[in-house]
């Protein structure tokens, strides 16, 4: 991106000032490297988002920003309804509530060494994952409205998880106001055999080990200690999430008009969020979240049964889980002013500081943790919210490292053998139903993720907590 | 010259089809998004799915028609290697012809969540040649 098309703020904040159809200034979060790396599309789209009815104070991208549908990856965007503010379901996306969880094991890493290989194989077996793969678990219309409705607790419910792991989901696992009628039997029809699923692209189930701690008294109240052995599951809603995307993007655009909203790009489709239209979505895609959740719980419980016949001493206890592509109804500080605002975060995290009553008590004064998932060859990392994010970016930091390549260039350039064999040298075991994949997930393909997180960090979204390494990683 | 091709787009993949008609644009357009998840000529066309969208114009129209395969392979767990597709108006009529996945003959490389209205175009070339293509999220 051009830097003279930008007003510097700070050292780590960029603005794009109003013009044309803009309502808001845009701000964009980075160091400059970043910045200059970063696509011209990511302007567009977040000057696109500024034009949007009832967009309050800013449309934001975080320093791991790249060309999205619509909205940028990485973008963060609030809306106030009693200002005709609107809910856009192209600035979610396809993979509603897509995510990652972080789950200790009390394990350190010398405990796993000699097995590695095993476990590698054994969650390889048990977890499904890759193009066409199934679940065991078949949902009638009841369970499947009960899953929708109450999302994680209804997994615990069914036994696949502890009543403690609801405390360390975002929304106690239970989205409230899901709307199951709202889902289409299509969407219903597209997850009856993939609940417990992990899907493919950039998905992934790890086993890491926690090579350095940034703060301790943080990592502390997080129970992260360096050596410690974690698993960190990166998935979201399935099919259902997928085609309550599909769904309702047809449905805003042709309702767009009718509305009076001017869409500078169709993949902004939006409606307002007092709308049948707006409230029938956000009832579709808070189901839509209920079944990410869902889907993450079972595959923790899968997980949980592997280690529970190969290392009977780990005990498989939830760190926290946070959602990536979602709407939800908060209450945010604007000039002064408490205000109920629907925050879009699309390919970012939700980010609260110390003292949120949103973060669970035994992690509140620390503030929410704020999960970070890299690539299988570099380093995933752990940040916590920070109570400066609030007037930043409504709470809300980055979510990856982000793609520097294509797909296609990342298949040129890396063969998914070699990759594998690689990694495994470095001690890294892959495991995939599918090479180019892999190399279409190559690590050289991503950005420096922690060139990401420093960022965020120095841009005062989220504080840097702890590098997470990987040693097995369970790839889609 | 080809009569699909991928191209770029910084995290996902666009499908482009070529054709003497919309309609065999977007046949091809479809070939291209098979060729997203596998290697297409790898894949037998044992059965014939049947598929009916209706938008209000072309481009609208390629949307609706790629979605409907991605519903079809996804619910059916197939995958697609030929198609026809007839245009009347604002409707479309198409058949795919495929198989079951197998993962043993099939080399896998990822599974399609939706198509996109990024890069969406349906358009004919001064020489007469139909292009159709569009962004798919993976």
């Known amino acids: 991106m051009d830097t003279a098309r930008l007003i510097r703020r700070d050292e780590f904040t960029w603005e794009i000032s109003p013009r044309g159809k803009m309502r808001v200034p845009a701000i964009l979060y980075a160091d400059e490297a970043l910045i200059r790396a970063m696509d011209e599309k990511v302007y567009e789209q977040a000057a696109n988002v500024a034009t949007l009815p009832g967009i309050v104070r800013a449309a934001y991208a975080m320093p791991d920003a790249h060309w999205g549908y619509g909205f940028p990856i990485g973008g963060v965007a609030a809306f106030d309804p009693a200002a005709g503010g609107v809910v856009s379901a192209g600035g979610v996306g396809f993979d509603i509530s897509c995510g990652v969880r972080t789950l200790h094991t009390g394990l350190q890493r010398p405990d796993i060494e000699a097995i590695k290989p095993v476990l590698a194989e054994a969650l390889y077996a048990c977890i499904p994952c890759g193009v066409g793969s199934t679940g065991s678990i078949r949902l009638n219309a009841r369970e499947m409205s009960a899953m929708l409705t109450d999302g994680a607790r209804w997994a615990v419910r069914r036994g696949y998880g502890t009543a403690e792991d609801l405390e360390r989901i975002e929304e106690g696992g239970r989205m409230p106001e899901a709307q199951p009628d709202e889902v289409s039997d299509q969407a219903k029809q597209r997850q009856r055999d993939e609940m417990g699923t992990l899907g493919s692209g950039n998905h992934y189930l790890e086993v890491q080990h926690v090579a350095r701690v940034f703060e301790p008294a943080i990592a502390a109240a997080y129970g992260l200690q360096e050596g410690d052995v974690v698993i960190s599951i990166h998935c979201g809603s399935r099919g259902l999430g997928h085609q309550i995307g599909t769904d309702f993007m047809k449905k805003m655009l042709a309702s767009a008009e009718r509305y009076g909203i001017h869409l500078p790009d169709r993949e902004l489709a939006c409606a307002p969020i007092e709308s049948p239209v707006g409230q029938s979505y956000l009832g579709a895609m808070r189901a839509g979240i209920n079944c990410a959740l869902a889907n993450r719980q079972i595959l923790t419980h899968l997980t949980r049964e592997v280690f529970r016949d190969l290392l009977p001493d780990a005990r498989l206890t939830l760190l926290y889980d946070v959602s990536h592509n979602t709407c939800k109804l908060e209450e945010h500080v604007v000039d002064g002013v408490p205000r109920r605002l629907f925050v879009h975060r699309k390919g970012a995290t939700r980010a609260f500081g110390p003292g949120h009553p949103a973060v669970a008590p035994a992690l509140r004064a620390a503030g929410q943790p704020v999960l970070i998932g890299g690539t299988m060859g570099t380093a995933s990392y752990v940040l916590a919210g920070t109570a400066e994010s609030e007037a930043r970016s409504f709470g809300s930091a980055c979510h990856g490292a982000g793609r520097a390549m294509s797909r296609h260039q990342a298949t040129r350039q890396w063969q998914g053998r070699q990759v594998v064999d690689d990694l495994a040298a470095k001690g890294v075991l892959i495991r995939s139903p599918s090479l180019r994949g892999v190399a279409e997930e190559a690590p050289g393909a991503y950005k420096e993720v922690g060139a990401v997180v420093d960022a965020a960090h120095q841009a005062g979204l989220a504080r840097k907590v702890a590098r997470l390494e990987p040693l097995i990683c369970i790839k889609g | ?138």
């Open chain 2, 1 to 138: 010259m080809m009569s699909w091709e991928h191209f770029d787009h910084g995290a996902d993949i666009g499908v482009r089809g070529y054709g003497a008609s919309p309609a065999e644009a977007f046949g091809q357009a479809a070939f291209a998004l098979t060729a997203v998840i596998t290697d297409p000529a790898t894949v037998n066309p044992k059965v014939a799915v049947h598929v009916a969208c209706e938008a209000p114009d072309l481009e609208l129209l390629l949307v609706d028609w790629l979605n409907a395969l991605i519903y079809e392979m996804a619910t059916r767990k197939m995958l697609f290697g030929r198609f026809a597709v007839r245009i009347a108006g604002n409707t479309l009529q198409g058949e795919a012809w495929g198989e079951a996945v197998d993962r043993a003959r099939h080399p896998l490389a990822v599974e399609v969540k939706g198509a996109t209205y990024t890069a969406l175009r349906v358009e004919q070339n001064p020489a007469g040649l139909w292009l159709a293509e569009c962004v798919v999220d993976v």
